[in-house]
């Protein structure tokens, strides 16, 4: 396996929320309702961000931001109600989240971090079109984000020998396909003597072994868990459950009345998903995600969930299965063409673009010559009750956060 620099594409629309809710909550104004809240989330934004970049620097040359737009799902599954049950919530000052979120997108757009937004489509439906082109052309990918749904974007292209990894920093997890483990320890196939290696500093083997060493210390290093999954058996189940977070129901539903009187809503659990699947390869053999698009593999499928667990008949099953594949599975059969060739349109321009990394390895460096800069802003920077450095141990050459300590900000 060669492997060669990755491309980081980053989930902008969990990165942006999961920093704004670890927050100190003011006890009477909204969440960045003043000054002193948006440099806050400002400074907690580049911190974040230029932590995980400075451990990533070694193995990552390029940077891409996929920022959500209104989804084409919702217009045309109106009455599907796709994320109809989530409420913004009202102890947040919202228009200065999208402000302080927007500015910050064009400081990183300044260093050459690739900022992605598609009129019609999901940070989700631009994170497939990226990891899909750079795999197709040979490179590989590490997604950031902390949606389970998007692991499957983990892939292997055996034609390119090229992957798409899932990276969730806050819990240090990362998922892979399957065989990566025994891909990623095995020896360098190239050995090099070290009088060969002071004349070949620049040859492709000697890189592909540093990037590998400089891969494999950085999993170490940061106590980076792997976990290697079968990408096409993670998305059967899924679409079988459906996904209570944006609002789709399983592909079967129930209720029924308790002993107590109240009714109780059921649906298709991950235990008879999995049976479903096993029932599934007893007749065709192992499944393909592209078996989704078979009339005969689905029409199987369809009377399976029937006879496993019943409650519906088999033409609302069908209907509702084929509604949650068009929800839920980022894919080419699934994504309008419009909008697909909207995103590689602009994955076109961006492509061969290689991001200024020395720049975006500390806050400062983030941060220079912007009105938020820690020196030019005005006021303390932060809420005068909040010290963002507070745990920290501070190098005394530097004054910047150790490495190893910036975890424990908040």
């Known amino acids: 396996m060669k492997l060669g620099k990755h491309t980081l594409i980053i989930d902008g629309n969990y990165f942006v929320h999961s920093r704004l809710f670890v927050l100190p909550r003011p006890k009477k104004e909204q969440l960045l309702g003043d000054r002193d809240g948006q440099e806050q989330f400002m400074r907690k934004l580049c911190i974040d961000f230029a932590s995980e970049v400075r451990k990533m620097t070694p193995f990552v040359d390029q940077i891409v931001v996929a920022v959500d737009s209104k989804s084409w ?11 109809g049950t989530r409420v913004a919530d009202s102890s947040v000052n919202w228009e200065n989240v999208f402000n302080v979120y927007t500015e910050f997108q064009d400081i990183l757009a300044k260093q050459g971090v690739i900022i992605h937004k598609v009129p019609g489509a999901e940070a989700d439906d631009i994170l ?25 974007l983990v892939n292997y292209n055996e034609a390119t020998d090229a992957y798409t990894l899932w990276y969730y920093n806050s819990k240090r997890k990362l998922l892979a396909f399957e ?26 083997d000697v890189l592909n072994n540093q990037l590998k060493d400089d891969f494999i210390n950085w999993i170490a290093k940061n106590g980076v868990e792997i976990e290697e999954i079968n990408c096409d058996d993670f998305i059967f189940s899924k679409i079988l459950q459906g996904d209570k977070s944006d609002n789709i129901q399983s592909v079967v539903s129930w209720t029924k009345r308790t002993s107590t009187g109240s009714i109780r809503n059921y649906s298709i659990t991950e235990k008879q998903a999995i049976q479903i699947l096993e029932k599934y390869r007893e007749i ?30 088999i033409e609302e099953i069908r209907l509702r299965f084929n509604q949650n594949l068009d929800l839920m599975l980022l894919h080419y059969n699934t994504i309008p063409g419009g909008i697909q060739k909207a995103i590689y349109n602009e994955i076109e321009k961006d492509f061969k673009v290689e991001t200024r990394l020395a720049g975006l390895t500390q806050m400062e460096k983030i941060l220079e010559g912007t009105q938020w800069n820690s020196k030019a802003a005005s006021g303390s920077g932060a809420p005068k009750s909040f010290d963002p450095f507070a745990t920290l141990q501070l190098d005394k050459m530097s004054q910047q956060p150790e490495t190893k300590k910036i975890n424990t900000l908040f």
């Open 128 to 152: 497939f079109g990226w990891s899909t082109q750079l795999n197709n052309e040979g490179k590989n990918c590490i997604v950031w984000t902390g949606d389970r749904d998007l692991i499957q």
């Open 179 to 204: 065989g990566f483990e025994t891909l990623i320890n095995k020896p360098n196939e190239v050995e090099i003597s070290n009088d060969d290696l002071l004349f070949n500093m620049g040859s492709a």
């Open 284 to 313: 065709e053999g192992n499944f393909h995600i592209d078996h989704f698009f078979s009339e005969a593999q689905v029409k199987t499928i369809v009377d399976m969930i029937h006879d496993v667990v019943g409650k519906s008949t």
């Open 73 to 83: 799902r919702k217009d045309l599954f109106p009455t599907a109600e796709y994320k």
